[in-house]
């Protein structure tokens, strides 16, 4: 079974950096794309940044400018470079591997998500 190990986070003040990385237990194969998640207490969790294995990455607006997806697929690891903190950005953050494939006119698809690791950001 593959694992996603999240590592990167803590307690940082608001304006500071954060990087948070990826990586999987073992190879994962036909990766679509690979994110980052959060989820603020009491709310649902929102995608916060997505890579494609094409390159293309596309943000939420909260953090656009801010934070920054990199990684690379066949290695399957995946970096949120997070900049400019805000209190509001303190949340758990979810690494997630999203796979998709076919056998003839049959899709297949699969999630992978991580434990988590927590963000705070305070003074």
């Known amino acids: 079974q593959v694992q996603l190990m999240e590592s990167g986070g803590g307690l940082v003040q608001p304006g500071g950096s954060l990087r948070l990385s990826c990586t999987a237990s073992?190879?994962?194969?036909?990766?679509?794309?690979m994110n980052w998640y959060r989820q603020i207490q009491g709310e649902e969790r929102e995608l916060v940044a997505s890579?494609?294995?094409?390159?293309?990455?596309t943000y939420a607006n909260s953090v656009k400018g801010r934070f920054t997806i990199s990684g690379d697929s066949a290695k399957n690891t995946v970096f949120l470079q997070m900049d400019s903190l805000k209190p509001e950005d303190t949340a758990v953050y979810y690494c997630?591997?999203?796979?998709?494939?076919?056998?003839?006119?049959?899709?297949?698809?699969?999630?992978?998500w991580g434990r988590g690791t927590q963000v705070t950001v305070s003074s």
């Open positions: 997630n591997i999203y796979t998709w494939t076919h056998k003839g006119w049959t899709p297949y698809s699969k999630d992978y």
């Open positions: 073992e190879k994962v194969y036909y990766v679509n794309k």
């Open positions: 890579l494609t294995t094409g390159g293309d990455t």
